[in-house]
C-alpha cells in the first residue's frame, strides 16, 4: 500500500514537471514569434495625393507669349527637274519677321491661338546663271551661257502667320515646352534677280568683282503664298518647318516647284 501511494506521488510530481517544462517552451517560442515580427513589419509610407493643376484658372496675362518671331534657315525648292538643270547651288536661305497676339483658350490656358502679320523672304542661290525675270518669254530662263560668279533670286511676301500652340508651362513660358502647327498666307511685294562679278567663258571678270547686277519683276512667280507650318521647341529657340502648298512659279511659268523652309525660330515678348 505504502509502495503505491508513493508511486502515485512521484507520477503526479513527474507531470507537473513535464507540464511546467511545455508550458514554458511555448512561452518563449510566442515571445520570440512576436518579437520577430514586431521587427520585420515596416510602417507604410504615407502617401502624398498629387496636387492637379487648374489651368483654367492660372493668370497668363502679365507673362511672355511669343508675341514676336524671328526665322531664320534653309530653303530648298522641291519639284526642281532631275538632273537640275535650273542650276541651284549653296546654302538658300529664308528670313522672317512676325508681330503676333497670343489668345489663351479660358478652359486650358496651355492652349492658345495666335495670329499676327510680318515680312517673310526667301534667297535661292545658283551656281553660275542668269535668271532673267524680265524675259518676253512665257517661261521664266535659267540662262547658263550668261555667267555670274554669285547670283539668287529673292523673292519677299507680306505674310499673316495664323498657330495654335501648346506651352506646358504657361505660367513660365522661357522654361515650357512649345508646340504650334498653323499656316501663312501672304501676297508678293517684290522678286528680283541679283548677280554679281559677270564673268567670261575662262571665267574671268569682266568688269571687275564689284560689278553687280540686280533686275526686279513679278511676272513669273506666284503673286498669292500659302504654306503649312510647324514648330517646336523649349523655351525661347524652336524648330521650324514651312512646306508652301503652293508652287513657287505661276502655271505653266516653270518647273512646278514648292518651298521647304527648315530652320530655328527666336521668340519672346
Do not use: C
Amino acid at each position: 500500500m505504502k509502495k503505491t501511494i508513493l508511486l502515485l506521488l512521484l507520477s503526479v510530481g513527474t507531470l507537473t514537471m513535464a507540464h511546467a517544462q511545455i508550458s514554458n517552451l511555448f512561452h518563449k517560442k510566442g515571445k520570440t514569434d512576436s518579437t520577430a515580427q514586431h521587427k520585420t513589419r515596416k510602417e507604410p509610407k504615407p502617401v502624398i495625393p498629387k496636387i492637379k493643376t487648374d489651368w483654367s484658372k492660372v493668370d497668363v496675362s502679365k507673362v511672355p507669349s511669343d508675341h514676336f518671331l524671328v526665322q531664320f534657315g534653309s530653303d530648298t525648292w522641291v519639284g526642281k527637274p532631275n538632273p537640275d538643270t535650273i542650276g541651284t547651288k549653296g546654302f538658300s536661305r529664308h528670313f522672317n519677321f512676325y508681330a503676333m497676339l497670343n489668345r489663351p483658350f479660358k478652359s486650358d490656358k496651355r492652349f492658345s491661338v495666335a495670329y499676327g502679320l510680318g515680312i517673310g523672304s526667301s534667297n535661292i542661290f545658283f551656281d553660275h546663271r542668269y535668271v532673267k525675270v524680265w524675259a518676253p518669254s512665257q517661261t521664266l530662263p535659267f540662262d547658263s551661257t550668261t555667267r555670274f560668279k554669285k547670283s539668287k533670286v529673292t523673292t519677299i511676301y507680306l505674310q499673316a502667320p495664323v498657330e495654335l500652340r501648346y506651352f506646358s508651362n504657361p505660367v513660365d513660358p522661357q522654361h515650357s515646352w512649345k508646340f504650334a502647327v498653323g499656316a501663312k498666307v501672304g501676297t508678293l511685294l517684290k522678286a528680283y534677280f541679283k548677280g554679281k562679278n559677270l564673268l567670261d567663258i575662262n571665267n574671268n571678270s569682266l568688269y571687275g568683282t564689284q560689278y553687280v547686277l540686280k533686275e526686279s519683276n513679278k511676272k513669273f512667280f506666284n503673286g498669292t503664298f500659302l504654306a503649312a507650318t510647324a514648330r517646336a521647341g523649349y523655351g525661347n529657340v524652336s524648330l521650324n518647318i514651312d512646306y508652301s502648298v503652293l508652287g513657287v512659279l505661276k502655271q505653266n511659268a516653270g518647273p512646278v516647284m514648292n518651298t521647304l523652309s527648315i530652320g530655328l525660330t527666336i521668340s519672346g515678348l
